[in-house]
């Protein structure tokens, strides 16, 4: 029997050994499969066709699996700017590609600055002889803007295009909250620094405003020249000044409306706009399905035309997204990511950096962090040169301070040079269900900030000193950045957001141009005949692209008969992205957060990051107040 249990005690331990072995194979080559690389198509002669599923941005976040394996359906993917860019122009001169499509069924948009940056690649494209061409259900202003760059514009019988402009409303929840007894305690300096007064008020101040006024209208202009100088017929005038008129008109018939407004040149669903593209480009490999057309995806085009690698390095580092503290990224800024990046292209002896700017701004414990990691790469006498997106604001304009130079957009947002913070606590809340604190104190301080006692005058007075302090750094390393003195920085400061040309004229910014423009110049203050650039970043994980593919959210073909969405669809998906908002202002009061330098206004240059919304505890307070 003792014989029999141990054969039995190693059968066991071997068949044990087996799983485990089994498992780790498994799950080895799961991670294999998530994160590798799919291998390109070869670049095939036809259409280049740029499928627009998501949103254009400066740097894609990074996609967490669970996420999308618990999530409803595939996310919408998010594009790098410079990789759509660099493929228009590549497409003007590669001899396979005879016609250019964007597909933007599913677009959501991007901001200004990367719309112009587009439809310029577009307009090379036009002037290689080339013809772009662009589909969708329905368009809203950006992809208007992208489709007034277009040879021919298509949409579907029951779409159309729609011109909504910048703008809008916010909610603000001072009455919510003092109806419930929240107390907020807010510390801010800057008559401009609107980002705390949802909390506050019930309504925008005058000079929130005045502010926001301004900065639409010159992000309006220059939507309008953009548009008008690419598509001169266009009604824009008439279709925005009486909508209702201009609908009414075609008899309710959103497509026949945007045809007269010289908004698109054709009416047909998907399959007779991939006929109309097979004549031009040729048939696909399945020549028996209707619509079906030869095309090569981007990738294939950029492998077949590697970045260069003469000369030296100029290094390109990218703030994009909200800062924050840790190592957050790529698609926001974690400052200890984004300052390690900095200091590893001074270890590798980049004669020359380029800091990317496309951030509202965040934290300014993180904001200087990264500002002074370039302080340390300019300690070598090496040169710093800024390139602003569309949003350079707040703490994207702290980390701009050490800049030789920068170069922004008209349509560019800055400025917003304040900072605040902002406090909660429940004092009034927890004593109308006779909840009430009392204790012993050894100091002022002791036991604060104390939720369910309030804060102490001392507290209070301390928090207030303290950004008071940081509002005199910021404004100082402005000075000292742009040669002015303190009082002409604070006169135009005190938080408030300004467009790329008018903080041109009030010297915050040096030039116009772009990122090529910014890696030009920095080539040159570093005395370079030859060079390239050298992008640090960390590069969104491979398995998130295999999910989607499992969820059926990667189909990049050019027959995959979606339609995207119609007037009314368009009008859910923007209620839906109000809620989404909505709901993010709120619960960014009950997320920890240190001093910030935040821009309000800087959703209208590029959809903000919105913040993490579970485990955060002020959602547990409000299903107890039954307001979830």
């Not at 939507?223 to 266009?234: G, I, Q, S, T």
């Not at 969104?540 to 999910?547: L, P, Q, S, T």
Request: net charge neutral.
């Amino acid at each position: 029997m003792q014989f029999a249990r141990k054969v039995w005690h190693l059968l066991v331990a071997i068949k044990d050994g087996l799983v485990l072995l089994l498992m780790l194979l498994f799950f080895a080559g799961l991670y294999g499969a998530l994160t590798a690389r799919p291998s390109q198509a070869a670049l095939k002669d036809g259409a280049l066709l740029l499928k627009l599923d998501g949103a254009v941005v400066e740097e894609p976040a990074d996609q967490d699996p669970l996420d999308l394996l618990i999530g409803n359906g595939a996310p919408l993917k998010q594009y790098r700017v410079r990789d759509v860019v660099r493929s228009l122009q590549l497409a003007a001169t590669d001899d396979h590609i005879k016609v250019v499509v964007l597909d933007l069924s599913k677009f959501t948009g991007g901001g200004l600055v990367h719309m112009e940056e587009i439809g310029a690649a577009m307009d090379q494209v036009r002037a290689a002889k080339k013809p772009v061409l662009t589909y969708a259900a329905a368009y809203i202003d950006d992809g208007v803007m992208l489709a007034a760059h277009a040879t021919e514009v298509w949409a579907h019988p029951m779409g159309g295009a729609f011109v909504m402009g910048p703008g809008g409303t916010m909610p603000y929840y001072g009455k919510l909250l003092r109806n419930y007894g929240i107390k907020v305690h807010v510390y801010k300096v800057g008559t401009f620094k609107d980002f705390v007064e949802p909390y506050e008020r019930n309504d925008a101040s005058a000079p929130s405003k005045e502010a926001r006024t301004a900065l639409y209208a010159a992000i309006w202009d220059e939507w309008k020249a953009d548009v008008m100088k690419a598509r001169p017929k266009a009604q824009i005038e008439q279709i925005t000044k009486d909508p209702v008129g201009w609908f009414t008109a075609a008899k309710g018939d959103a497509a026949q409306a945007a045809l007269n407004a010289g908004l698109i040149d054709k009416i047909g669903d998907n399959v007779a706009f991939g006929e109309r593209v097979k004549g031009l480009a040729g048939a696909g490999d399945d020549k028996d399905r209707p619509g079906s057309y030869a095309y090569s995806k981007p990738a294939a085009l950029l492998a077949a035309h590697p970045l260069g690698s003469d000369g030296k390095a100029v290094a390109v580092v990218t703030v994009a997204g909200e800062i924050v503290d840790g190592k957050a990224g790529p698609g926001t800024a974690g400052g200890d990511r984004i300052a390690k990046l900095i200091d590893q292209a001074n270890a590798d002896g980049a004669p020359a950096l380029v800091l990317r700017v496309d951030s509202p701004g965040g934290s300014v414990l993180a904001s200087e962090q990264i500002r002074g990691a370039l302080e340390r790469y300019k300690a070598k006498g090496r040169p710093v040169v800024v390139s602003m997106a569309n949003l350079a604001a707040s703490g994207g304009y702290w980390v701009s301070t050490p800049a030789q130079r920068i170069f922004a957009e008209p349509g560019t947002v800055t400025g917003s040079i304040g900072i605040f913070a902002v406090m909660p606590s429940f004092e009034d809340t927890l004593a109308r269900y006779g909840v009430t604190s009392d204790g012993v104190r050894t100091t002022p301080l002791s036991g604060q900030p104390d939720l369910i006692g309030g804060l102490t005058p001392e507290a209070e007075k301390m928090l207030q000193a303290n950004i008071e302090h940081g509002y005199a750094s910021f404004i100082g390393l402005v000075g000292q950045s742009r040669g002015k003195t303190l009082e002409q920085v604070d006169a135009m400061a005190q938080g408030r957001v300004w467009d790329g040309g008018t903080a041109r004229q009030k010297g915050l910014v040096d030039e116009f141009g772009g990122l090529p423009d910014a890696l030009k110049y920095a080539a040159s203050a570093a005395k370079l005949e030859t060079w390239h650039p050298k992008y640090y970043g960390t590069e969104a994980k491979g398995y998130g692209g295999m999910i989607a593919k499992l969820l059926g959210g990667d189909d990049d073909a050019a027959d995959s008969g979606s339609q995207g969405r119609d007037l009314a669809g368009l009008m859910a998906m923007r209620q839906q992205d109000g809620l989404t908002r909505a709901a993010a202002g709120l619960l960014r009061l009950g997320s920890v957060q240190g001093a910030q330098a935040y821009c309000l206004d800087c959703a209208i240059a590029a959809p903000a990051p919105q913040p993490e919304m579970r485990g955060n505890w002020l959602v547990k307070l409000a299903v107890v107040l039954g307001l979830r």
